[in-house]
């Protein structure tokens, strides 16, 4: 399957998987996880219906890297490969599997904008390589796939954001920086860290955000509708409100505020040639991303492995296991 339709597919479903991220991989007591885990024991909070016990409180319970965390789908579909069973050896598909669906999803939506001729033929590969032999999978060499889809990102960033003037911010450190109703329409930000940086009302259209940091990030009205290469995972790790556009293949975060307070962002709105007082469009969204890369989950000590941008980083956390 191709196009946005297969963007589906890399979606977590809790449901259908053996708790495969709560288990596999190891996290580190930090503030984002309350204890450590050594990878391949079951955390303390997983019940023995593989259901999180603590799902509707993570961030208060100190676990906010769980509520960040997304498995891009390779969680069900490890779960659900034949003549495997939850030990080791799915633990180590599972994380290979985890980056490679990661890569998936970029490809799709490089595939989605049109401009990466290269997209689909790269997605058969991975497919065929997922679905293929466990411990040739469990070997791959992830970084090398990392830079291959890399080259084919690049491109279609490029391709986008051509002629749009944006700004050259690759790997920029902008922690904490003020970049409230910044013009940052095509700009690239990849590997960025924008840790806490104030992104309020921020113009981030057709920005290229592939691996940027957005960890606590404000991105009250900020405008990512078409922003490239967000990941769920990201916009997870940053603070939003209903006037935050955010891609329409991604869900809003229920942590996200309802409203910003009457007219906090009208400035920045009507510096983007909005009428006063309409709030952005509120969406899912189109996105791709992610930190680290390495198959574990990182805590918010800077422990993340940067991986220069070419391709995604992960990180920050894990998906939260409903208990409905
Ligand atoms: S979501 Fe986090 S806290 Fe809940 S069971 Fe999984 S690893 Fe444990």
């Known amino acids: 399957m191709t196009g946005r339709g297969s963007a589906e597919r890399l979606r977590a479903d809790c449901a259908n998987c053996a708790g495969l991220c709560c288990v596999a991989l190891p996290f580190t007591a930090s503030a984002d996880f309350a204890v450590d885990k050594p990878g391949g024991k079951r955390c303390g909070n997983l019940t023995t219906d593989n259901r999180c016990s603590i799902h509707a409180r993570l ?5 906010t890297g769980c509520a960040v965390f997304d498995c891009f789908g390779a969680g069900q579909r490890v779960t659900g490969r034949d003549g495997l069973t939850p030990g080791p050896e799915m633990f180590a598909v599972f994380r290979v599997t985890r980056q490679l669906h990661e890569l998936l999803w970029l490809l799709t939506e490089a595939e989605a904008i049109g401009h990466g ?4 033929s790269l997605i058969a590969e991975i497919d065929a390589l997922v679905e293929g032999d466990a411990e040739v999978l469990r070997n791959v060499d992830v970084d090398a796939w990392r830079a291959r889809v890399g080259v084919v990102l690049e491109q279609v960033s490029h391709q986008v954001r051509d002629g749009l003037g944006g700004r050259d911010l690759r790997r920029a450190d902008l922690m904490g920086a003020r970049l409230r109703g910044e013009r940052l329409r095509g700009a690239s930000l990849r590997g960025a860290l924008l840790i806490a ?4 009302g921020a113009d981030l259209r057709r920005a290229d955000l592939l691996g940027a940091d957005l960890r606590d990030a404000d991105l ?3 405008d990512l509708s078409d922003s490239l290469f967000v990941t769920q995972a990201q916009v997870n790790a940053a603070r939003g409100d209903a006037a935050t556009a955010v891609p329409d293949t991604l869900t809003r975060p229920a942590h996200w505020l309802p409203s910003p307070p009457p007219g906090q962002h009208e400035a920045s709105q009507q510096a983007r040639g909005m009428p006063r007082g309409k709030a952005t469009p509120v969406g899912g969204g189109t996105g791709v991303g992610g930190r680290s890369g390495n198959g574990q989950r990182t805590g918010r000590g800077g422990r993340g492995k940067r991986n220069g941008g070419t391709g995604p980083r992960n990180g920050t956390g894990r998906p939260g296991r409903r208990t409905e």
């Open 220 to 222: 009250r009205g900020a």
């Open 197 to 200: 940086a104030d992104l309020r």
């Open 59 to 63: 961030r208060e319970s100190g676990f």
């Open 117 to 120: 001729e290269e997209a689909p």
